[in-house]
């Protein structure tokens, strides 16, 4: 049974860093592309990045190019997102998800949340 | 800004078919942005139901199928159940960067 769950959401100030974590089982992780999905409370999906199941490509939104970096430990079935330079606009529950090639997202974890205020 | 639009709400009877539609702003939607439906209830996680157009994940009810119509993508729901009632969100692909739609509310009533 494929099983995703996040960690490391919280309260974090305007300006500050957080670490996402996404432990996976259930299958082969090195060979599933991985993404982070966010929602704003209320409000709908968006698309935060990607990586291959090599962690040799990466994809980010435009929204958080530069402040995000995503990556991967292939040893210990982790995917992590590092957020940086935080912003209100960040507050949302992040989701990781798995994709079994560039024209699927299948599996989902259950989120966690990230809350940016002061 | 690459923008992807649904409806913002549907509402269709018990029984009945009803279809969501899923559009984007650079033009037609074709088979090559791969197009992914999703399915999110009230406080739980997304579901994935169809990818890639039209193809099936193992769990998804017989009821469900995606398709392309008038230059969207579209899902299209036969013999709509109570539980259907719910959020239903598009994806499109346009090359290293993915794009959901807004989402559709659907009501059963």
């Known amino acids: 049974e494929v099983q995703l769950l996040e960690s490391g959401g919280g309260l974090v100030q305007p300006g500050g860093s957080l670490r996402l974590s996404c432990a996976a089982s259930?299958?082969?992780?090195?060979?599933?592309?991985m993404s982070w999905v966010r929602q704003a409370p209320g409000k709908g999906l968006e698309w935060v990045s990607a990586i291959s199941g090599s962690g040799g490509s990466t994809y980010y939104a435009d929204s958080v190019m530069g402040r995000f970096t995503i990556s991967r430990d292939n040893s210990n079935n982790t995917l992590y997102l590092q957020m940086n330079s935080l912003r209100d606009e960040d507050t949302a529950v992040y989701y990781c998800?798995?994709?079994?090639?560039?024209?699927?997202?299948?599996?989902w974890g259950q989120g966690t949340l990230v809350t940016v205020s002061s | 800004q690459t923008v992807v639009t649904q409806e913002p709400s549907l509402t269709v009877s018990p029984g009945g078919t009803v279809t969501l539609t899923c559009a984007s702003s650079t033009g037609a939607v074709t088979s090559g942005y791969y197009p992914n439906w999703f399915q999110q209830k009230p406080g739980q996680a997304p579901r994935a139901l169809i990818y890639?157009?039209?193809k099936k994940h193992s769990w998804t009810p017989a009821r469900f199928s995606g398709s392309l119509l008038g230059g969207k993508a579209a899902l299209t729901l036969s013999g709509v159940q109570p539980e259907d009632e719910a959020e239903y969100y598009c994806l499109l692909y346009y090359g290293a960067v993915w794009v959901f739609g807004g989402g559709t509310k659907l009501t059963v009533l």
């Open positions: 890639s157009t039209s």
């Open positions: 998800a798995t994709m079994t090639s560039v024209e699927e997202i299948d599996y």
């Open positions: 259930g299958f082969t992780f090195n060979i599933y592309a």
